[in-house]
């Protein structure tokens, strides 16, 4: 469901995902990946689970799954189980050895895509230093349809921050951004999108992440002389609530 509010929509371009969602505008972006600064690495096998609350109301949603299959030199493949058709289909997400989507869901007009990235959207610029900034921008291939989109991330470290989730309470690094999707269509703008991850580097992954979105439809708008509301999708944040290890 749609809802519209006040949000700051540009008309311009304007894991964490080791391991967690985009849950923005009903995009699913668990961040699935491990940074190579992460204190734990690893394993084939290695499970988490993930609560999607929705933030508007604070209902449970349903649950993301996500088992690592598969780790190479440069790469991670991991796959991904959800209990409700909404929350998106059985896939496998691929990830850098440092967290980065090499394939992953975007959301685009309150829709999750999946794209193939290249280079790797860089959820995260290593090392995650409080204050450090990226913007960078990438090529987005979606497999289905031949698209390519060119999508900018600007990402922010904003610092240490000790929380609680369902699994237990964690020192994390929360890390934010600001990611403009490139999905141009018709008179629909580009969505936008905000993702905050909360990384624990105990668990080499993020144990908590929010993310929402939006985007402007002048065909939606009426008088054009007056202010557009953006049209803004699902709220959600996602929490993990356990894990299991696939190491003997």
Same mark, same amino acid.
């Given at each position: 469901?749609?809802?519209?509010?006040?949000?700051?929509?540009?008309?311009?371009?304007? !894991?964490?995902?080791?391991? @967690?969602? $985009?849950?923005?505008?009903?995009?699913?972006?668990? /961040?699935?990946?491990?940074?190579?600064?992460?204190?734990?690495?690893? @394993?084939?096998?290695?499970?988490?689970?993930?609560?999607?609350?929705?933030?508007?109301?604070?209902?449970?949603?349903?649950?993301?799954?996500?088992?690592?299959?598969?780790?190479?030199?440069?790469?991670?493949?991991?796959?991904?189980?959800?209990?409700?058709? /909404?929350?998106?289909?059985?896939?496998?997400?691929?990830?850098?050895? +440092?967290?980065? !989507?090499?394939?992953?869901? $975007?959301?685009?007009?309150?829709?999750?895509?999946?794209?193939?990235?290249?280079? @790797?959207?860089?959820?995260?610029?290593?090392?995650?230093?409080?204050?450090?900034?990226?913007?960078?921008?990438?090529?987005?291939?979606?497999?289905?349809?031949?698209?390519?989109?060119?999508?900018?991330?600007?990402?922010?470290?904003?610092?240490?921050?000790?929380?609680? $989730?369902?699994?237990?309470?964690?020192?994390?690094?929360?890390?934010?951004?600001?990611?403009?999707?490139?999905? !141009?269509?018709?008179?629909?703008?580009?969505?936008?999108?905000?993702?905050?991850?909360?990384?624990?580097? /105990?668990?080499?992954?993020?144990?908590?992440? +929010?993310?929402?979105?939006?985007?402007?439809?002048?065909?939606?708008?009426?008088?054009?002389?007056?202010?557009?509301?953006?049209?803004?999708?699902?709220?959600?944040?996602?929490?993990?609530?356990?894990?299991?290890?696939?190491?003997?």
């Amino acid at each position: 469901m749609m809802n519209t509010s006040s949000f700051p929509i540009t008309a311009c371009p304007c !894991w964490a995902r080791v391991l @967690a969602p $985009v849950v923005t505008a009903t995009v699913i972006v668990v /961040a699935t990946g491990v940074p190579a600064d992460a204190a734990s690495a690893p @394993a084939v096998g290695d499970t988490y689970v993930y609560r999607v609350v929705n933030g508007y109301n604070k209902e449970v949603r349903g649950q993301i799954s996500y088992r690592v299959d598969t780790i190479d030199a440069d790469r991670i493949m991991v796959s991904v189980a959800t209990d409700i058709a /909404a929350l998106g289909p059985a896939r496998t997400e691929i990830y850098t050895r +440092e967290g980065n !989507w090499l394939r992953h869901p $975007v959301t685009n007009h309150d829709q999750p895509v999946e794209y193939a990235f290249a280079p @790797a959207y860089p959820a995260y610029v290593l090392p995650l230093e409080t204050g450090k900034s990226w913007s960078v921008r990438v090529n987005a291939l979606n497999p289905a349809t031949g698209r390519r989109n060119s999508v900018r991330v600007d990402g922010e470290v904003l610092g240490a921050e000790r929380i609680t $989730v369902p699994a237990g309470a964690f020192d994390t690094i929360r890390v934010r951004r600001r990611v403009y999707a490139g999905d !141009w269509d018709g008179v629909r703008f580009e969505t936008n999108i905000t993702e905050t991850d909360w990384y624990a580097p /105990a668990l080499g992954r993020t144990v908590r992440t +929010e993310s929402n979105s939006g985007y402007l439809d002048p065909s939606r708008c009426g008088d054009m002389t007056d202010a557009c509301t953006p049209i803004r999708g699902d709220w959600n944040m996602i929490e993990l609530t356990a894990t299991s290890t696939g190491k003997p």
